[in-house]
Nanobody, 118 residues
Framework: QLQASGGGLVQPGGYLRVSCAAS????????MGWYRQAPGKQRELVAS???????NYADSVKGRFTISRDNAKNTVYLRMNSLKPEDTAVYYC??????????????WGQGTQVTVSS
């Protein structure tokens, strides 16, 4: 299971950090990522990170967002700086989890709302 937290309302130019923790009988976690979905739009990849820490970013957030992970805590973070109104969306975390009951399976968190508005 994935539990996301840390969303909220922020003014343009501000920052937020969202977190997502995986729980359960986890043996290993592969790629972890953040997606977002704005009203009326498709869900899109924001950033992803491999188990060894290599990050990948959507062009729209490069230089503003930073993805990181703590493998000991099975947690992925997304630090969002210089937020813009167009970053407003529900942010979902995703992880490929290898557990005691399943080989690598993709899981989604419940989503956390990020609203950028003055």
């Amino acid at each position: 299971q994935l539990q996301a937290s840390g969303g909220g309302l922020v003014q343009p130019g501000g920052y937020l950090r969202v977190s997502c923790a995986a729980s359960g009988s986890i043996l290993s976690i592969g790629v972890m990522g953040w997606y977002r979905q704005a009203p009326g739009k498709q869900r899109e990849l924001v950033a992803s990170i491999t188990a060894d820490g290599r990050g990948n970013y959507a062009d729209s957030v490069k230089g503003r967002f930073t993805i990181s992970r703590d493998n000991a805590k099975n947690t992925v973070y997304l630090r969002m700086n210089s937020l813009k109104p167009e970053d407003t969306a529900v942010y979902y975390c995703n992880a490929d989890i290898y557990s005691t009951t399943r080989f690598y399976t993709s899981y989604w968190g419940q989503g956390t709302q990020v609203t950028v508005s003055s």
